[in-house]
């Protein structure tokens, strides 16, 4: 049944009511438990006092580099590349890119020093030199093998050693520089092998990978849009629209700070005694808002990077799709920029129009194989590779299942209504694979575990058909949202009129 399913409206006001009222009650539990347990043993490490005369979780490293230990470092490098490059939009606006890979070269040597930006040039160069035998697999072969020398010794240990200093960021920095860098030459090597007429110069591939703002902290673009896109000029009326984003993402760090003084969704997973002894209410509140906000901390991160690159004119990959907006695996990514990547070049490239099982299988195994080299290969992400793979062909299967008779004869005979409740019944069963696959990545396997026990077995029948039914009324509201965007983008055609 299409996408254009109608529900009645007093049912679509309820679906959105039922989620919300359990999203407080679910807050409310956590606020309870954080409210309780601040001075435990367990929580002195990572809950401190701050403002308000009250503690704060600040257990996430990530977050609080960004905006509080080293937010100064990071405004500072990149007020000074929107500083030049507005000055060099006034003066020299064709030598913009020029610039943007020269204040790009200069902030890395600064903060790195001259032997770092000595081996991210080596790459650079090896990756540019095999590009040019435009050979594919090659470019690819010779780009993963790259990468996987930051994964194991002795080639990391080496490596290492061409930065020195005490400058507690360096540790991140490398690994970041490092890191995407190889999957920016990749993508350049593949574009290269793909253009027909010569080869790219060595000066795009070092524009496209010094450009500050994405160094470090990715997110990844693909050399064929940057190209592109570094020469082009800003739309009329878009300056206000990156203001606005700008005070959003403002915004958003404030309510989180501000949040992350009354809820220690970050802390309690990591105290298994009391994870033990919390309210299934309590606990599915804990992974809902877990996955909740490592979304949110991307949207903002990639964001105050992504506002600087519309400033010059780019534009960059938006935001990773939040858990709330899921229900399908194909759709689930953390990280926009990588999940373009690899469905450019692996992906899409070997799944063809993915509706063959054999090609899906192979696509999806080389698609999060890289990842794993990515992500770097350990327990938990292979773990998490592994169930996110089985769930994007456990979809194609049963896609192709319900897509033979008597099921489709059986769809047929429904209303469009009737066919879109049934979907989203699977669709709720699917979507907690989901939650419990990737709660995997980020709070572990025992926490992950302790929850599908405790949603499955131990809070049987009451806690998992009230969870299911909350989850339910979720999937129809993102059906609602995707059903307005539908017509907006393929509206139904008017009635004749009748005279």
Not at 163 to 168: I, L, R, S, T
Not at 187 to 200: L, R
């Amino acid at each position: 049944m299409g996408i254009k399913a109608a529900l009645p409206k007093y049912e679509i006001y309820s679906y959105y009511v039922v989620p919300c009222l359990a999203t407080f009650w679910a807050a409310s539990w956590i606020f309870e438990v954080s409210n309780s347990n601040t001075n435990r043993k367990a929580f002195k490490a990572s809950v401190k006092p701050s403002y308000f005369g009250r503690k704060m979780d600040t257990s996430d490293f990530e977050w609080m580099m960004w905006f509080s230990t080293f937010r100064a470092h990071i405004l500072f490098a990149l007020s000074g590349h929107v500083l030049f490059a507005k000055i060099c939009s006034m003066l020299a606006p064709q030598y913009r890119s020029l610039v943007y890979m020269v204040y790009g070269l200069l902030a890395v040597w600064t903060s790195m020093g001259w032997t770092y930006v000595t081996l991210i040039l080596s790459h650079c160069i090896l990756l540019y030199s095999i590009s040019l035998v435009k050979i594919r697999w090659l470019c690819f072969v010779t780009g993963l093998c790259t990468l996987a020398t930051f994964k194991c010794e002795p080639f990391l240990s080496w490596e290492a050693g061409f930065v020195h200093g005490d400058f507690e960021l360096r540790h991140i920095l490398f690994y970041g520089g490092c890191g995407f860098t190889i999957m920016r030459c990749m993508s350049f090597a593949v574009e290269n092998c793909e253009k027909t007429d010569g080869n790219y110069n060595i000066l795009e591939l070092l524009k496209y990978n010094f450009y500050l703002p994405f160094f470090y902290f990715g997110p990844i673009m693909t050399f064929d849009k940057f190209y592109i896109q570094v020469s082009l000029t800003r739309k009329d009326g878009e300056l206000w629209n990156i203001s606005l984003h700008g005070l959003i993402h403002l915004g958003v760090v404030i309510i989180v700070d501000v949040l992350f003084h009354f809820m220690y969704i970050l802390t309690i997973p990591t105290d298994v005694k009391l994870l033990k002894h919390l309210s299934d209410w309590a606990l599915i509140g804990l992974t809902y808002f877990n996955l909740v906000y490592d979304w949110v901390k991307a949207a903002v991160m990639f964001g105050v990077i992504n506002t600087v690159a519309r400033l010059d004119h780019l534009d960059p990959p938006k935001p990773p799709k939040c858990i709330t907006m899921l229900y399908m695996f194909s759709e689930t990514h953390f990280d926009r920029g990588i999940h373009e990547w690899l469905c450019k070049y692996v992906y899409d490239y070997l799944g063809g129009k993915h509706d063959n099982v054999l090609e899906e299988l192979v696509a999806t195994l080389c698609t999060y194989g890289i990842t794993i080299l990515w992500l770097g290969p350990c327990e938990v992400v292979l773990f998490w590779a592994f169930f996110n793979c089985f769930g994007l062909n456990f979809e194609l299967w049963t896609a192709k299942f319900f897509s033979m008779e008597p099921f489709v004869s059986f769809e047929m005979a429904m209303s469009e209504a009737t066919s879109r409740r049934i979907r989203a019944i699977f669709n709720t069963f699917n979507f907690w694979c989901i939650v419990l696959y990737n709660v995997v990545a980020l709070n572990g396997l025992d926490f992950s575990k302790l929850v599908a026990k405790r949603l499955l077995l131990k809070g049987f029948p009451i806690t998992t058909t009230l969870v299911m039914f909350v989850t339910y009324c979720l999937i129809q509201v993102i059906k609602e949202r995707e059903r307005k965007h539908a017509l907006i983008d393929d509206p139904d055609p008017l009635p004749p009129s009748q005279t």
